[in-house]
Nanobody, 119 residues
């Protein structure tokens, strides 16, 4: 099994920045892809970005420009830098890992960290 824990959320004013972190632990062989999603109240969960072990990042067009994903393979961590935040970025942000563990391949999620953008 793989356990993901996010941190770094909180209350920020419009135009501010936050850096989210996610740490993976457990019986992990490798994590080919890690990513971040978010879910705003009343909306579906949406992809923000994902990144492979070689550092190749993928962003949907709607997420390009203000957000940057990165990872540290040795620490089994993935990060999300959020800049120029807007009230509409308010959501719960979830870490995702497509990992291979002792139990085989799986898709894992953290519990989420809440980001609130408000003055």
């Amino acid at each position: 099994q793989v356990h993901l824990v996010e941190s770094g959320g909180g209350l920020v004013q419009p135009g501010g920045s936050l850096r989210l972190s996610c740490t993976a632990s457990g019986d992990i062989y490798t994590i080919p892809v890690m990513g971040w999603f978010r879910q705003a109240p009343g909306k579906q969960r949406e992809l923000i970005a994902n990144i492979d072990r070689n550092g190749r990042a993928n962003y949907p067009d709607s997420m390009k420009g203000r957000f940057t994903i990165s990872r540290d393979n040795d620490k089994k961590m993935v990060y999300l830098q959020l800049n120029s935040l807007k009230p509409e970025d308010t959501a719960v942000y979830y870490c995702n890992a497509q990992a291979i563990s002792g139990g085989g391949p799986g898709d894992y999620w953290g519990q989420g960290t809440r980001v609130t953008v408000s003055s």
